[in-house]
T-cell receptor, first 116, second 112 residues
Framework: GAVVSQHPSWVICKSGTSVKIECRSL??????MFWYRQFPKQSLMLMAT?????????EQGVEKDKFLINHASLTLSTLTVTSAHPEDSSFYIC????????????FGSGTRLTVV | QKEVEQNSGPLSVPEGAIASLNCTYS??????FFWYRQYSGKSPELIMF????GDKEDGRFTAQLNKASQYVSLLIRDSQPSDSATYLC????????????FGAGTRLAVHP
């Protein structure tokens, strides 16, 4: 149980274009999902908290107009990287929990974004 | 001061030995503590969680929590080369949404 599916697993896009990443909870409903970014050899940095039916909560320093988050249902959250630039190239990972946070969060398989 | 601190390593141990990974955190309000394992190029996978002082064992893994010292550790017994990975300590941030804050991770290398 507690499977989180993330798609695509990798994507290459041109500078200036937008990329959408999907995160789905397959066997549970997730009121809240989290989006992380990880640069090579660095730890996970929380970008934003995605809330079903309301606006996402962004961490300090994360541009909400650049990283658009939509959590339209209890099983799907999307992250759109708008006007992507090479510095946005990173590993993006979502996570969610089937219950209270005390039982940990399951991560999606991640999306490796390369902007050329 | 970072919220969650870990020694980046690498921690090198011989096969069959006990690997000891440590983590300290700054927010005394944190109640839940997690250890994740991350292989290179992959997303993290949950190994253990703990929220009561003391030890919690699961197979070859033992998590230890000392809230007074704000210290969490993970022991891996009978270490195997397949345990070679980065181990991430995560702590819940109290208040709204219970988000997890991660340490930078400790790279463990188990050599035959």
């Amino acid at each position: 149980g507690a499977v989180v599916s993330q798609h695509p697993s990798w994507v290459i896009c041109k500078s200036g274009t937008s990329v959408k990443i999907e995160c789905r909870s397959l066997d549970f409903q997730a009121t809240t999902m989290f989006w992380y970014r990880q640069f090579p050899k660095q730890s996970l940095m929380l970008m934003a908290t995605s809330n079903e039916g309301s606006k996402a909560t962004y961490e300090q320093g994360v541009e909400k107009d650049k990283f658009l988050i939509n959590h339209a249902s209890l099983t799907l959250s999307t992250l759109t990287v708008t006007s992507a630039h090479p510095e946005d190239s990173s590993f993006y990972i979502c996570s969610a929990s089937p219950g209270t946070a005390n039982y940990g969060y399951t991560f999606g398989s991640g999306t490796r974004l390369t902007v050329v | 001061q970072k919220e969650v601190e870990q020694n980046s390593g690498p921690l090198s141990v011989p096969e069959g030995a006990i690997a000891s990974l440590n983590c300290t955190y700054s927010d005394r309000g944190s109640q839940s503590f997690f250890w994740y394992r991350q292989y290179s190029g992959k997303s993290p996978e949950l190994i253990m969680f703990i929220y009561s002082n003391g030890d919690k064992e699961d197979g070859r893994f033992t998590a230890q929590l000392n809230k007074a010292s704000q210290y969490v550790s993970l022991l891996i017994r009978d270490s195997q080369p397949s345990d070679s990975a980065t181990y991430l300590c995560a702590v819940n941030s109290p208040g709204g949404y219970n988000k997890l804050i991660f340490g930078a991770g400790t790279r463990l290398a188990v050599h035959p």
